[in-house]
């Protein structure tokens, strides 16, 4: 049967000279891009200052716009960020930890960086980090989740799908019992958007973050911050910039916030990075979510059955209802295999504790897919592994 996704692949450069399964970290590039980053090297250079009034500005705001859909948003309530863990800092400085409320509920599967981020901003704001843990190390429980929300929780801040596994976390229970307790919730999105249809609404969170760089091939430096308009509405962040003011270019030493995703804005934004971002979205909207979700069930359940029939252990969910898009399996000499594979323009990473990270995304053929484990069986045949094992770790 013909794959009407496998048109996408003429959009990105690299799928003509490697197998590239890395999506879970670095999307591959569109070949529009360096189109872009021309287009704002020569508004640079040929309006100079001008460009300000005439794009600039307002580009993290009309990115964000672009974004909104692939979540269920609507116009003007998506920000662009550097980073997510920068997103995560702007609404936890905009809280009060008062008691009885002060208490962010985490788990131990989320990202380092945003942890990092919140559990340093906590000690300072005077609030307490409630770290969930994971039975298997692989998966959050709902139930253990909803345990740990209680009457001093002001924010749930947890992964929609963990980085590690793939897990995808049941979010609209544990967001209805956050809101039932009275405490607001924010979402880490990285490895959910792009590969999973999502719908901010449907899920019912006051905050939505992810980024561009994985599932949808925007690359470095465009991440994003939905809020809630009624959310926006009751809360000032203390870590801002003047891309917030209503009036900035009064330049009031008084801060006068902006409505809806300006307020979530900092200081002057990272104008090449948002050029680069803007045509990976584009490419996932063209090619529908739903349509990369059935091609991801599917092809990840094949990498799945590959790895059980060389008895190799699947660290993702079994079940396609609970697996994000990645698949990682532990392999004899792992870490060193998986820099046998880059070596062979096989593009895969490697963590600690999941093993290999496969990745296929819409643009995928299902013979990269076979290809993968054809090549690790050679790997380990022919014991080409060995020259690797002595270097540093796999950094993807």
Known sequence: MTDPLLAFREEFPILARSTYLVSNSLGAMPRAVPERLQEYAAQWGERGVRAWAEGWWDQPVRLGDEIAPLIGAGPGEVAMTPTVSLAHAAVVSALPFTAPRDTIVMTALDFPSVRYTVEGLAARLGARVVVVPSEDGLSISADALCAAIDERTALVAISHVLFRSASIVDVRRVVAHAKAAGAWTMLDAYHAVGVIPVDVRAIGCDFYAGGVLKWLCGGPGGCFLWANPATTAALTPAITGWQAHAT????????????????????????????????????????????????????????????????????????????????????????????????????????????????????????EVERVGEEIDDILRTEAWKPFAAQRSVVT
């Open 248 to 367: 900035p270019f009064a330049f009031d030493m008084n801060m006068a916030w902006a409505s809806g995703s300006w307020r979530w804005l900092g200081g002057t934004p990272v104008i090449p990075a948002l050029y680069a971002n803007v045509e990976g979205p584009r490419l996932i909207a063209r090619a529908g979510l739903s349509a990369i979700r059935a091609k991801s069930e599917r092809q990840t359940a094949r990498l799945i059955a590959i790895a059980d029939a060389r008895g190799w252990k699947v660290s993702a969910p079994r079940e396609a209802a609970a697996r994000g898009g990645t698949v990682a399996f532990d392999v004899p000499e792992g870490a060193a295999v998986a820099k046998a594979l880059l070596a062979r323009d096989v593009v895969i990473d490697y963590r600690p504790g999941a093993g290999i990270r496969v990745a296929p995304h819409f643009y995928t053929t299902d013979a």
